[in-house]
């Protein structure tokens, strides 16, 4: 009776969703009896691919950049702690999206463009939530004032379904989906923290596995994959339990410590290179520039330690990094201007009596910092001599 109950709420849902198709993720803690088809495509909206890809043709320093806004219950705030925590919390969230965009391949980057209360309160399923969200005219007014591509809902709770979020499957490129670019993702703490990955994956027009998906979605291939490799499962953010998360989406030409992440039928990164553009331009900037990045490493031999430099669209009229020799205070003094070519460099430092952290910067762009540590010098053991007579 609970199971038909579920499918008459989702049939509710159908009547009103006119251009996308409800999609939930799972929480892996939980019974796998409870897979539903949860990607249904409303009747009467044949889906629609794209003819051809996003006009905005990206220049080797841009990439797509997707907005967006994320709202709170009440619940959310008191079951983390403080605002503060929240806005830590969403740090993660949008970390773990742009580090499986990268993965993947794919020239996008998701930004949180701002935190508000959300004006609808928290429901006993995902779904009906989801349709107020989106039918909300508060919320409506927040994404025009943020110029938000995606809403996102944070609620304290799991759905009657057992499920950690819900989002609207995009199935057509047309005027009316930017009307449907939300989702909802549980904090609760069986939740997993790339639930908000794979909800998104949704509103960009990503699927779940062979099996889990809804087989109308707009390309064929858009499905996540699951791997098996001596009976232990690898799987793609969008693909459902069993198995092991790692932040890639499918493609036939990704792999991960050499197990395959898709096939011709499992590429969610091929039509997600189709639909990124679009979604990026719903509200404001669709484009912006690829954020320069200074990464530093640090290796030991017995009396020095060398520093590995690696940089990242640094501006072309910035070819030099200054290494900084940092203070307990928080302080730091320059030792010297480096020249960089092309986007390496090597430092060879003397090690010393006491450990020193070290960084390196050009501009506006620094590098977290490494640590050189001390020089060891080993006591000789005191001899001593027996003497006998």
């Known amino acids: 009776m609970r199971y038909t109950k579920f499918f008459i709420v989702f049939s509710s849902l159908i009547l009103f969703s006119c251009q996308f198709a409800l999609a939930e993720g799972p929480a892996d803690l ?74 993947s391949g794919l020239q996008v980057r998701v930004k949180s463009v701002g935190l508000e209360p959300s004006p609808v309160s928290e429901q006993d399923d995902a779904p009906a939530e989801l349709a107020l969200i989106a039918q909300n005219e508060t919320v409506k007014a927040l994404r025009e004032q943020y110029s938000a591509d995606i809403v996102s809902s944070l609620v304290s709770h799991t759905s009657k379904g057992l499920h950690c979020g819900n989002g609207y499957l995009l199935v057509a490129l047309d005027d009316n989906a930017q009307n449907w670019g939300q989702n909802v993702v549980s904090l609760h703490s069986v939740c997993e923290k790339w639930v908000f990955t794979h909800e998104l994956g949704h509103n960009l027009g990503a699927d779940h596995d062979e ?10 291939y858009a499905r996540g994959y699951r791997a098996s490799v001596f009976g232990s499962y690898t799987r793609t953010v969008m693909a459902f339990a069993p198995g092991t998360v790692v932040h890639y989406f499918s493609s036939p030409n990704l792999s991960h410590e050499d197990i395959p992440l898709g096939t011709e039928n499992a590429d969610n990164t091929r039509a997600l290179e189709q639909t990124i553009g679009f979604v990026a331009a719903y509200r404001g900037d669709s484009t912006a520039p690829i954020e320069p990045t200074l990464a530093l490493q640090v290796s030991h031999t017995k009396r020095t330690c060398t520093l590995q430099v690696t940089a990242n669209n640094l501006p072309e009229n910035s070819p030099s990094v200054e290494l900084r020799l940092h203070r307990k205070s928080g302080s730091f003094r320059v030792l010297k201007e480096l020249q960089i070519s092309g986007d390496s460099l090597q430092i060879r430092l003397k090690r010393s009596k006491k450990s020193k952290s070290y960084s390196v910067a050009s501009g506006d762009t620094a590098s977290e910092q490494v640590v050189c540590k001390k020089i060891s010098f080993k006591k000789r053991a005191a001899q001593s001599r027996l003497i006998t007579k």
């Open 211 to 220: 099996g889990n998906h809804d087989p109308s979605t707009m390309f064929s």
């Open 30 to 103: 939980l019974t796998q009896d409870l897979l539903f088809k949860d990607a249904l495509r409303p009747p009467g909206v044949i889906p629609a691919p794209p003819k051809e890809k996003p006009a905005t043709i990206l220049s080797e320093n841009e990439q797509y950049q997707i907005e967006v806004l994320f709202l709170y219950s009440p619940e959310v705030e008191e079951l983390v702690g403080s605002t503060a925590n929240l806005e830590a919390r969403i740090v993660e969230f949008v970390d773990i999206a742009n580090e499986t965009f990268e993965n």
